[in-house]
């Protein structure tokens, strides 16, 4: 079945940019009517959808994150990326990625923690 | 946006309790919502989507109702393994997703 991975760098300095990929495996990400989305969510806190892309390429994203946010697919590869510029302490998180139809979140990578710091 | 306001926070149950969390949405999302299950250290879990219809190997324990604003997931008989935190989602223009509900051992 269709499983993804995240990976990354865990430490990223403030105001660089955080950089992860999300790898799938067990099948192609251009097959079926899916899109592909990151979520995060920092210790103790709850989920924030991130955003979203399309295999065509269409992106969303979230409004309280869209100036910072790109995020791109690489189907070559069966990866799609997040990059999120101007990091700060605030963006300390667990990073997911997951493949979506509508509300149906199924699967979701396993998480990678992602630390803000100098 | 769209506004997801879950209830209660957390609550305290036993082994058999019948659980009931709510979802309601600043406006009206048709049935585009989906309830989670999250573990500690784990990623969140498809429970419940299109506000009633349940995922491939989910117990049949959990259940969803509701559609516009209003939303439930009902545990019929809470188990050991159902301690967890919950979490509505709704995809009605962009996904959103409820604060969550812990639901902790009494």
């Known amino acids: 079945q269709v499983q993804l991975q995240e990976s990354g760098p865990g430490l990223v300095k403030p105001s660089q940019t955080l950089s992860l990929t999300c790898t799938v495996s067990?099948?192609?990400?251009?097959?079926?009517?899916?899109?592909w989305s990151w979520i995060r969510q920092p210790a103790g806190k709850g989920l924030e959808w991130i955003g979203r892309?399309?295999?065509?390429?269409?992106?969303n994203y979230n409004p309280s994150l869209k100036s910072r946010v790109t995020i791109s697919v690489d189907t070559s590869k069966n990866q799609f990326s997040l990059k999120l510029s101007s990091v700060t302490a605030a963006d300390t998180a667990v990073y997911y990625c997951?493949?979506?139809?509508?509300?149906?979140?199924?699967?979701w990578g396993q998480g990678t923690l992602v630390t803000v710091s100098s | 946006a769209i506004q997801m306001t879950q209830s209660p926070s957390s609550l305290s149950a036993s082994v058999g309790d019948r659980v009931t969390i709510t979802c309601r949405a600043s406006?009206?999302?048709?049935?585009?919502l989906g309830w989670y299950q999250q573990k500690p250290g784990k990623a969140p879990k498809l429970l419940i989507y299109?506000?009633?219809s349940l995922q491939s190997g989910v117990p049949s324990r959990f259940s969803g109702s509701g559609s516009g604003t209003d939303f439930t997931l009902t545990i019929s008989s809470l188990q050991p393994e159902d301690f967890a935190t919950y979490y509505c989602?709704?995809?009605?223009?962009?996904?959103?997703f409820g604060g969550g509900t812990k639901v902790e051992i009494k």
């Open positions: 406006q009206g999302i048709r049935n585009d």
């Open positions: 067990g099948g192609s990400i251009s097959s079926g009517s899916y899109y």
């Open positions: 989602l709704q995809d009605y223009n962009y996904p959103g």
């Open positions: 299109a506000a009633s």
């Open positions: 997951a493949r979506c139809r509508l509300q149906q979140f199924d699967p």
């Open positions: 892309i399309y295999t065509s390429g269409s992106t």
